[in-house]
């Protein structure tokens, strides 16, 4: 279900490292509480960002939810097919409807993450 | 599948009782009991009621202390327009009058169809992409896309007015940013009384935006006039980064003028107590909101759209809630989370009844009535006119003395010859607001003269 090559936030984000750049993206359990999704708000490229601070929105025909960064950095990639067509992340949340790829400012904060087992125990728990 | 939809009908004893057995109380009242002694038992200090002919008749003495009989020249963003019967008659039906926030799309699509067409009317007189469902009044309005604009422009910190603008629309922007931190309205000497005509000087106007998240004026100005250089406004306020609200206090206006979103305005806001909506006293009002679709969700207020129904009919929603605060809470664009339903459903009625060419008519009367009363006026030699730019319907007339004095001997003749801008702008103590709309008679515009030849 959830991959376990990724590692997981609280807040329902998943990174993805690769060497010094973090790709982010929304778990499957957040898309599907969320419902279908309508609008993202994100960044600029560029954009310093804070582990645990708001990055940037997301929309559904239900609610609108922060999107809070897994680990600190600066922005260096935001996905455009994902804002043009947001049903992306509903669709595919692990690949093509990831949101932003961010610099990593202190590899180190990747351990405070959680495994793919470890988000799906804390899941199983909500 | 059509039932009867909720009438409106209260609960009897029996379901009263049914209910409170459920909960596990005896009373109405115990379910007060969490409550402070000293909150429950409150005397009022109010009067005894009155019977029927008697409360009439106190409503009556009320309604005697007010003056309808003067011939009236005032305006200053409250304007006197004759409202058709057919608008009274079709705006006192109960499911107009009665209705509330259309929360569920289930139940009111009467109401969400009304305010989708004013949303309509208000995007067409605009001549913008997108219109709310309306606010409380223009003041208010342009408050709130000042609020809107600091917001699209988040690295400035100015809201620049224009000292044209309607003193009192420009107090309530104050007020709005009084309390946020890092913000400020300001207004910029851009045209009379600090220099220059009566419109807003490009020069003046060039260079003075570095810091301004927008650039907010009226059209026509409060002076009456008509602003004509808004397409190179609209232009310096771009080059310099910040974005152009036009504000409307007289839409009558908008049907003898080109719209601003022509010319280049972002935002255009405004009041629309002139269609339909009587001037009592000040109020209520009704404020209008239009801006360009890509800053849609950064525009306040609720917002009714167009959509098809689980049968493919088309149907009417509240949409882009996600603005608002019962959704977004801290974050919502505005704490608004209502409109004027009431008055912006008089201002489409009147729209409607009136017609296209019904509406530009009434605008071209205003025009032709105030140009008569502009060239019968400083036909008086003691009276000049101030500015030579061209007006819509209100215009500054200098007097020979205090423009309060001059207005105190009208009065007892029972002619009320216009504001006195004295109270908002000290340099012109000695002017006086004159407006004149379609419902004066050159009788009427004549014996202002006379009136004023005589003081």
């Given amino acids: 279900m959830n991959p376990e090559d990724l590692s997981y936030t609280e807040t329902h984000e998943w990174a993805k490292v690769d060497g010094n750049v973090v790709t982010i993206g929304l778990t499957d359990h957040a898309q599907s509480e969320l419902g279908d999704i309508v609008y993202l708000e994100l960044p600029e490229v560029g954009a310093d960002v804070e582990a645990g601070g708001e990055f940037g929105v997301v929309e559904s025909v239900k609610a609108a939810s922060e999107l809070y960064a897994p680990v600190s950095g600066k922005v260096v990639k935001v996905n455009g097919a994902a804002t043009q067509e947001p049903a992306l992340v509903n669709r595919d949340c692990y690949g093509e409807g990831w949101l932003v790829k961010i610099e990593l400012k202190d590899p180190s904060e990747v351990e405070n993450l959680k495994t793919a087992a470890e988000y799906k125990e804390f899941i199983g728990g909500q | ?455």
Wanted: with cysteine.
């Fill in chain 2, 1 to 455: 599948m059509r039932r009867t939809l909720m009438p409106y009908v209260p609960h009897g004893d029996d379901t009263v009782k049914q209910m409170l057995g459920e909960v596990g109380v005896g009373a109405v009242d115990d379910l007060f009991e969490p409550l402070p002694d000293e909150l429950l038992r409150v005397d009022f200090d109010l009067p005894q009621p009155l019977t029927e002919p008697a409360l009439v008749r106190h409503m009556e003495a009320l309604a005697d202390a007010n003056r309808t009989d003067r011939n009236s020249f005032l305006g200053a963003g409250c304007y006197d327009h004759f409202v058709p019967a057919a608008v009274r008659h079709l705006v006192g039906q109960s499911q107009f009058y009665t209705a509330y926030t259309p929360y569920q799309p289930e139940v009111s699509q009467g109401t969400l169809a009304v305010i989708f067409e004013f949303q309509t009317y208000v995007a067409a007189l605009a001549g913008m992409e997108v219109a709310n469902a309306s606010m409380y009044d223009g003041a208010t309005a342009a408050a709130e896309a000042a609020l809107m604009c600091l917001r699209l422009r988040k690295e400035r910190p100015q809201a620049v007015l224009a000292p044209n603008l309607h003193p009192e629309y420009r107090r309530v922007v104050e007020t709005y940013l009084a309390n946020i931190p890092g913000v400020e309205a300001v207004t910029l000497p851009c045209c009379a009384p600090y220099g220059r005509g009566g419109t807003v000087d490009l020069n003046r106007l060039t260079g003075s935006l570095g810091d301004a998240a927008c650039f907010i004026m009226q059209y026509p100005n409060f002076f009456g006039l008509v602003e004509t250089k808004l397409a190179d406004i609209a232009e310096i306020c771009h080059r310099e980064g910040a974005v152009l609200v036009v504000a409307v206090a007289e839409p009558m206006a908008l049907a003898a003028l080109s719209p601003p979103g022509k010319f280049g305005a972002d935002v255009v806001v405004g009041e629309g107590q002139s269609f339909g909506i009587t001037p009592s006293f000040g109020g209520p009002g009704v404020g209008f909101f239009a801006t360009r679709r890509e800053f849609v969700r950064q525009m306040p207020g609720r917002l009714v759209g167009k959509t098809t129904d689980a049968e493919g009919k088309p149907g009417y929603v509240l949409t882009l809630q996600t603005r608002e605060q019962h959704i977004r809470r801290e974050k919502a664009t505005s704490n608004i989370c209502t409109n004027h339903a009431l008055a912006a459903t008089t201002f489409t009625i009147y729209l409607s009844v009136v017609g296209r060419t019904g509406l530009a008519a009434l605008a071209r009367r205003n025009v032709q009535n105030c140009a008569y009363a502009q060239y019968q006026t400083t036909e008086l030699a003691a009276y000049k006119m101030v500015f030579e730019e061209p007006a819509f319907n209100e215009f500054v007339l200098r007097c020979p003395r205090a423009a309060e004095e001059v207005r105190a001997a009208c009065l007892k003749k029972g002619v009320d010859p216009g504001l006195p801008l004295g109270r908002f702008y000290p340099e012109y103590d000695d002017c006086l607001l004159v407006t004149v709309t379609e419902t004066k008679t050159k009788e009427d515009i004549d014996r202002l003269c006379e009136v004023l030849a005589s003081v």
